[in-house]
């Protein structure tokens, strides 16, 4: 399946927000979903795009305790950015697992994707498919005994569950065009 490859010519907006039909319903029988994790599928047109790294940012006159902020940079193969910020400690598990590096001890990503594993799953890809009010939103899809599973995250727990697992990484391209307009205005 190569959409991301094809040109669409119309109103993004419109297929974006087009109301789906009875039969794209996805809720579970279970009824154990959260509200986000009930949203109806939508046409996202993902790109691909991959992790440049994970950089610090400090403010000047600013306490030592809040002048130190992290992002994390994706950019997709039409060089497009997306810039995520982050905590601390997200950028130390995405920076140790673009660095290859292992702990002794699995870390909460090692974890998660261990357990994945051991359940005999595995984690397909990550979308960041949202933003609004300056918050990215993300999911994980785990493919699970013939089953495909998406779980909502932060892209920062998705980024860093990704690298470790080698899968691939999109974002929506209206995602991609907001992202680029509000990096524009600053």
């Known amino acids: 399946m190569k959409e991301d490859d094809e040109e669409y010519e119309g109103n993004l907006d419109?297929?974006?927000h087009e109301e789906p039909s009875a039969a794209d319903s996805?809720?579970?029988a279970d009824g154990l979903t959260s509200e986000i994790e009930n949203r109806q599928p939508r046409r996202l047109y993902?790109?691909?795009v991959k992790v440049m790294g994970v950089y610090e940012h400090q403010e000047q006159g600013l306490p030592f305790a809040s002048r130190e902020s992290y992002f994390v940079l994706l950019r997709d193969n039409q060089g497009r950015?997306?810039?995520i910020w982050i905590g601390r400690f997200e950028a130390l598990a995405i920076s140790v697992a673009l660095e290859g590096a292992a702990y002794d001890r699995p870390m909460t990503h090692?974890?998660?994707?261990?357990?994945?594993?051991r359940l005999g799953g595995r984690i397909e890809r990550i979308?960041?498919?949202?933003l609004w009010q300056d918050?990215?939103?993300?999911?994980i899809s785990v493919q699970l005994n013939g089953h495909g599973v998406d779980i909502d995250a932060r892209p920062s727990d998705a980024i860093a569950l990704a690298l470790r697992s080698r899968s691939p990484?999109?974002?929506a391209e209206a995602v991609l065009e907001q992202s680029a307009k509000e990096s524009e205005e600053t």
């Open 14 to 16: 419109d297929i974006l």
């Open 26 to 28: 996805t809720q579970p």
């Open 46 to 48: 993902e790109k691909e």
């Open 81 to 83: 950015q997306v810039l």
């Open 110 to 117: 090692d974890l998660l994707k261990s357990v994945v594993d």
């Open 127 to 130: 979308v960041i498919d949202d």
């Open 135 to 139: 918050t990215y939103y993300a999911k």
């Open 169 to 171: 990484i999109f974002v």
